[in-house]
């Protein structure tokens, strides 16, 4: 297959250099940036937020908070108060250190106070999607032994509190509270804005992100403080953050995209945190990006290709030249998406590949190196990467196998929460085993193929679905792309392709064929979906990944597992 590359050019001059940071960079010496240096002691709170009062700049805007046309901004000063007002208030109803503490609410400023004014107690903060239905918060706040809940008036019907016996503190942000709830706003208007800080060790408890398998319960993987290390350097480095940014990070905080660098990265370089309420569309977005001026935007390849579905007269009526540094994740970023970012940004969308377990960037599009379209980059400097087979030996270049990281990086996961087994299985040897499949070609970059139980065996070829995928999405008629293994009893697999189709065109044979022909044509024989079926859209998670899972569950017609995670809207 032919790579396009897209060159680091002098407007990536003085961005951060791959070469001189893979020298240069130590743990320990990124560690001394934080408190724990001086003091022995930390908390991620203090660290996002008070420091910067404390360094003279607590005038300086930490969040914008964007709902249709209302903005709110508030300073780093601001976010300080705010956040200590809501920690008085969970601790006068006896939050303590090491609680869970879930927060089960829409973007809104209240989420970041009342998470960070968490955090200041040493509660261990657990967010959820606003979207979860009452067996998915049930699952979470029972495995965890939550202590408490932060949610609203809307959501609050969804927490079955007598089926919890862990749970004693209800909180309820809104105008309708229960008497047998706590009011929220009520002891917000009154708690002071001064609060002691919980002092911590880089090993305590920061935050707790249940992510879901292909079987059995989700599970909670839990993030220590030390955490901080690493999301303030990737957000350095790879978002590239400095003193004059507005950065909008997409994400939800239910997904670890949206407190690893929606709220952790950002803050921990002192920038200018972009939140963005309400439904995604092609206009409020681009709105989002114009009316406050974003300079770094991270999203991910689910929302590109909706944007590049959109009519180009859209993108023509708004002012986005205040951009200047575009990133993906969650998902492959496909060539062909690259190659509209290029069109339409005039800017090269860096993909970067990391997991919840991980906490931060692993593989990454560095800044400064130059992009192979369709490969996640290179390692994050600090980070040792590999391709390992089944046995634990590693593969040379162009060998597809398991991607495998070396033990030791500071925001890896500490415990799946109650489930050592598990937490075990995730390492052979000094590797941390990812579950994806993908291969590193001669000059170190590295190319996804799937995750491992996703890869289709077709008359003894191998095939990765995300290759297929990428082809497919190049055809003019197709919106998105979920590619499977079918089992076949002559060619063990055939590939089976899923496809939404864009606006305007018609679901026919004729249709079926030309696609089929187009990827033989393009790609190779075997990888040419033998079925296609298409849908009116593809099953996907809240973060935008389409779950190829539940395509072979329909196919097989066999139980999907946990759908949890599924965005049903
Ligand atoms: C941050 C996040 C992790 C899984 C991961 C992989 C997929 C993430 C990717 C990517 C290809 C990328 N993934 N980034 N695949 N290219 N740049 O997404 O965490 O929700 O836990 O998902 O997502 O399969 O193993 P999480």
């Not at 918060?137 to 959501?155: G, Q």
Request: proline share 5%; net charge negative; aromatic share 10%.
């Amino acid at each position: 297959m032919k790579v396009e590359i897209y060159k680091a050019t002098d407007q990536h001059a003085n961005m951060p250099n791959y070469d001189e940071a893979q020298e240069n960079l130590s743990w320990d010496e990124v560690e001394k940036a934080f408190s724990w240096y001086d003091t022995g002691k930390i908390n991620m709170a203090y660290e996002t937020i008070d420091r910067h009062v404390h360094d003279g700049y607590g005038d300086k805007i930490a969040l914008h908070y964007k709902l249709d046309d209302d903005i709110q901004s508030y300073t780093f000063k601001e976010m300080m108060e705010n956040s200590n007002k809501a920690a008085n208030v969970l601790k006068d109803i006896g939050v303590k250190k090491g609680d869970r503490v879930f927060i089960f609410m829409a973007r809104s400023p209240e989420l970041y106070f009342t998470l960070l004014g968490a955090l200041k107690i040493g509660a261990i903060v657990g967010p959820l999607f606003e979207a979860f239905m009452e067996k998915a918060v049930k699952d979470r706040l029972e495995n965890s032994e939550a202590s408490t809940i932060i949610t609203t008036s809307e959501l609050v019907g969804r927490v079955p509190v007598d089926e919890l016996p862990d749970l004693q503190h209800v909180v309820v942000v809104g105008d309708q509270v229960d008497e047998d709830q706590i009011n929220f706003r009520e002891l917000y208007q009154d708690a002071s804005d001064e609060f002691d800080i919980e002092w911590l060790d880089k090993e305590d408890g920061l935050i707790l992100h249940y992510t879901s398998g292909s079987t059995g319960q989700p599970k909670g993987v839990l993030h220590v403080q030390e955490a901080m290390v690493q999301q303030y350097i990737s957000g350095k480095y790879v978002l590239d953050l400095k003193e004059d940014d507005i950065y909008w990070c997409t994400a939800d905080p239910g997904w670890v995209t949206g407190t690893s660098y929606g709220i952790f990265a950002p803050w921990l370089n002192r920038t200018t945190n972009v939140v963005v309420g309400g439904r995604f569309s092609p206009e409020s977005w681009y709105d989002a990006l114009e009316k406050l001026k974003v300079t770094v935007w991270y999203s991910a390849p689910t929302a590109f290709r909706m944007l590049m579905g959109a009519s180009d007269d859209i993108i023509e009526k708004y002012d986005l030249s205040s951009l200047r540094h575009v990133l993906s994740v969650g998902e492959p970023l496909n060539p062909e998406v690259v190659k509209w970012g290029m069109d339409v940004y005039k800017l090269r969308i860096h993909d970067t590949w990391w997991m919840t377990e991980t906490g931060a960037h692993m593989i990454v599009n560095f800044p400064s190196l130059d992009i192979k379209a369709g490969s996640m980059g290179k390692p994050l400097p600090g980070v040792e990467a590999t391709i390992i087979d089944d046995q634990g030996n590693e593969l040379p270049p162009n060998r597809m196998g398991n991607l495998a990281l070396k033990k030791g990086w500071p925001a890896m996961m500490r415990e799946i929460w109650k489930n050592k087994p598990k937490y075990d299985s995730y390492f052979i040897g000094d590797w941390y085993i990812s579950g994806d499949s993908a291969y590193k070609d001669e000059e170190g970059y590295f190319w996804f193929q799937g995750r491992v139980d996703d890869v289709i065996m077709t008359a003894g070829e191998r095939v990765g679905p995300f290759e297929i995928e990428s082809k497919l999405v190049e055809h003019e008629a197709v919106q998105e792309a979920g590619v499977i293994g079918k089992p076949d009893p002559i060619r063990g697999e055939i590939v089976k392709a899923f496809i939404a189709l864009r606006e305007g065109y018609e679901p026919t044979d004729e249709l079926k064929e030309e696609i089929r022909v187009f990827v033989k044509n393009g790609l190779a024989a075997h990888a040419a979906p033998r079925e296609i079926e298409f849908k009116d859209s593809l099953p996907k998670t809240r973060s935008g990944k389409i779950m190829r899972r539940v395509l072979k569950a329909w196919e097989l017609d066999l139980p999907a597992g946990d759908l949890s995670s599924m965005d049903d809207n």
